[in-house]
T-cell receptor
Framework: AQSVTQPDIHITVSEGASLELRCNYSYGATPYLFWYVQSPGQGLQLLLK??????LVQGIKGFEAEFKRSQSSFNLRKPSVHWSDAAEYFCAVGAGYGNKLVFGAGTILRVKS | NAGVTQTPKFQVLKTGQSMTLQCAQD?????MYWYRQDPGMGLRLIYYSASEGTTDKGEVPNGYNVSRLNKREFSLRLESAAPSQTSVYFC?????????????FGPGTRLTVT
């Protein structure tokens, strides 16, 4: 069965510092991978997605993610974090035909000034 | 466009009570979904509807029913609420039922069952 692991429940970074959020997936076929962000009290917003092709994908708000098949990873990065990036981040994998996403448990990002 | 809207935003129920969570989208999407979000577990799919007139079970369907009322609306019903159903419920929609179509999420309904 498909699964997604986000090893870090909480991460705190200083404003202006770089960020990397980890995501590992388990899926037998070529995965469809997503990163979503959830601000407090809000729904989820898609940051970026990977379907095929270039393994480095660019998203909104200055985020990028790199797909590494050999490591079954899809880590999210941002070179310089802003206070407004404080939120919860979810990695998800498309679980076969039907757009049934399997989500990781989420990583809460805190940004300190 | 309002996108995906959900009502109510908050609800408190007693064990055994019933209620319906409403969801509507104005993007002319074919597919709609209901998820629940619990701390430390991410989002889990309850039910989904590939298109108007069809519904299917997701990962955690027990204790829930759904109705795809028309293309715009997809409701989730709890017939006899239990404390284990305390959660935040999200509705989502996508143009089609395939992974390469983005899902758009509503703001959520926070449900507490006492």
């Amino acid at each position: 069965a498909q699964s997604v692991t986000q090893p870090d429940i909480h991460i705190t970074v200083s404003e202006g510092a770089s960020l990397e959020l980890r995501c590992n997936y388990s899926y037998g076929a070529t995965p469809y991978l997503f990163w979503y962000v959830q601000s407090p009290g809000q729904g989820l917003q898609l940051l970026l997605k990977y379907f095929s092709g270039d393994t480095l994908v660019q998203g909104i708000k200055g985020f990028e993610a790199e797909f590494k098949r050999s490591q079954s990873s899809f880590n999210l990065r941002k070179p310089s974090v802003h206070w407004s990036d404080a939120a919860e981040y979810f990695c998800a994998v498309g679980a076969g035909y039907g757009n049934k996403l399997v989500f990781g448990a989420g990583t809460i990002l805190r940004v300190k000034s | 466009n309002a996108g995906v809207t959900q009502t109510p935003k908050f609800q408190v129920l007693k064990t055994g009570q019933s209620m319906t969570l409403q969801c509507a989208q104005d993007m002319n999407h074919n597919s709609m979904y209901w998820y629940r979000q619990d701390p430390g577990m991410g989002l889990r799919l309850i039910y989904y509807s590939a298109s108007e007139g069809t519904t299917d079970k997701g990962e955690v369907p027990n204790g829930y029913n759904v109705s795809r009322l028309n293309k715009r609306e997809f409701s989730l019903r709890l017939e006899s609420a239990a404390p284990s159903q305390t959660s935040v419920y999200f509705c989502a929609s996508s143009e089609r039922l395939a992974e390469n179509y983005e899902q758009y999420f509503g703001p959520g309904t926070r449900l507490t069952v006492t």
